[in-house]
């Protein structure tokens, strides 16, 4: 079977994992995760970047920062993963479900303005695939109505929107380094704190609700319970095994886009033969390669489709379930009208193997896609 994802490994995860151990200092905030903190902040030119447990985390730390409370609002797409919601619901808010561009399958940021209420506290854009969604306009839009943007880049290192890293251009952003994402530590997030206001206060939000980060830079001569907060820090290890992650960065998204365009180009004449719809990058987006997928053109092809793979070894998978049409997100979030493209492209997406080293088996399937297409 050619599997769906794998896992990538520079080769020096174990060898800095050894390095960390030998260290002695094996919680938060060692020497790894002051590396990976400099390296976030040198490629992104983020003003803080704090390493967490997981993207979800960081997009929970995210919610309280922005004081979201009991009845507020967020605006945010329904075509994305829980965490984007749940985060926020976490906290008391009301995700407001905003449909999404049929081209970029990102937030339609023509819909936003009219979603906002007098309790719209913030929005929320996920950056799909990699690919930026329309920022300009949603900064316009946040700004006018003194909304706070926290953007979900789980998927989002290493791409840019008009040459800005994403996640940089939002109040707030949170990437994720989950092992389906293409910079890993199995489970792993970082939160980019943008604005200046909010980089006191994360730490401490980090750090149990503590001033331990000012105690250990001398600011404070003791630490002690000064806010609300939880453990959101990642030990060492995790640390570690990311920096290695980091360093390789450069030629891992390389290669992942090598990958993509060679997809791109040999389905490119099935979507001229009308059989799917390849993906759109905005000229102005450069992307990650986080994933390739097709548009089919209904639920009933995609499932004959991925029947097809299976019989023929290749794990080929479709997406999101849209939230607004979850057992909870239909009990607890609001939908800004219908959501007739995102309802259509969660039937009809497909993802393709894309990880290093399905460059031997690309050929396969592509072959067995033509097949079952044609
Ligand atoms: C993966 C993902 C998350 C969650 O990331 P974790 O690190 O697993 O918490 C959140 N949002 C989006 C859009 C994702 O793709």
């Not at 003791?222 to 060492?236: A, M, N, V």
Request: hydrophobic letters at 40%; aromatic letters at 8%; proline letters at 4%.
């Amino acid at each position: 079977m050619i599997p769906f994802n794998k896992p990538y490994m520079t080769g020096r995860e174990l060898w800095y994992i050894a390095q960390a151990h030998a260290n002695g200092h094996l919680a938060g905030d060692g020497l790894f995760t002051k590396k990976c903190h400099a390296w976030l902040e040198n490629h992104t030119g983020t003003k803080k970047a704090l390493l967490t447990h997981s993207c979800t985390a960081a997009l929970e730390m995210a919610a309280i920062l922005a004081e979201i409370k009991q009845g507020d609002e967020v605006i945010m797409p329904s075509y994305t993963f829980v965490s984007t919601a749940n985060a926020f619901v976490l906290r008391g808010a009301v995700p407001v479900f905003v449909d999404i561009r049929p081209d970029t399958l990102n937030i339609d940021e023509s819909l936003i303005e009219s979603a906002i209420t007098a309790r719209t506290k913030a929005i929320v854009p996920v950056h799909y695939a990699g690919v930026a969604c329309e920022m300009d306009t949603i900064m316009d839009i946040a700004q006018r109505h003194n909304l706070l943007v926290i953007e979900d880049a789980a998927q989002g290192i290493m791409s840019t929107y008009k040459g800005k890293p994403l996640g940089t251009i939002g109040h707030l952003g949170a990437y994720s380094f989950h092992e389906t994402k293409n910079i890993i530590s199995g489970e792993g997030g970082a939160l980019l704190i943008n604005d200046e206001r909010f980089v006191e206060r994360a730490e401490i939000i980090r750090e149990k609700g503590t001033n331990r980060s000012q105690f250990f830079r001398g600011q404070v001569d003791k630490y002690t319970w000064t806010d609300i907060g939880s453990s959101y820090l990642p030990g060492e290890v995790i640390a570690a095994f990311l920096s290695a992650q980091m360093e390789e960065a450069e030629n891992i998204t390389q290669r992942r886009l090598a990958i993509w365009q060679q997809y791109n180009e040999t389905l490119m004449p099935l979507e001229q033969a009308g059989k799917l719809r390849c993906p759109r990058v905005p000229e102005h987006c450069q992307h990650n390669a986080h994933m390739y997928y097709i548009l089919l053109d209904s639920l009933a092809k995609r499932a004959e489709v991925i029947t097809y793979l299976k019989a023929h070894d290749i794990n080929a998978v479709f997406h999101y379930v849209p939230l607004h049409n979850s057992t909870y997100g239909q009990q607890h979030g609001r939908s800004h009208g219908d959501l007739p493209v995102t309802a259509m492209i969660s039937d009809c997406l497909l993802r393709l193997p894309l990880w290093l080293g399905v460059e031997a088996h690309q050929q396969k399937i592509i072959t067995e896609l033509t097949n079952c297409l044609l």
